[in-house]
């Protein structure tokens, strides 16, 4: 329970640092790149989530 709670938390960090750095510097290749790093993070979270 605790693993889950502090990958959450993890993941809220990440995505916030993302958005601040996406709003600062607004680009579009900027947001490609960052678009394929969420949704690697987001793969890996699921699936560490489902083997658990």
């Known amino acids: 329970m605790l ?3 502090m990958t959450i938390v993890a993941l809220v960090f990440f995505l ?3 958005w ?3 709003s ?3 680009r579009l290749d900027l ?3 960052l678009g394929v790093t969420v949704a690697l993070v987001l793969w890996d979270v699921f699936t560490s ?3 658990s």
């Open 20 to 22: 601040i750095l996406f």
């Open 3 to 5: 693993n889950r709670i």
């Open 16 to 18: 916030s640092f993302l």
């Open 31 to 33: 947001a490609g790149v």
């Open 24 to 26: 600062h510097i607004p």
């Open 49 to 51: 989530f489902r083997d």
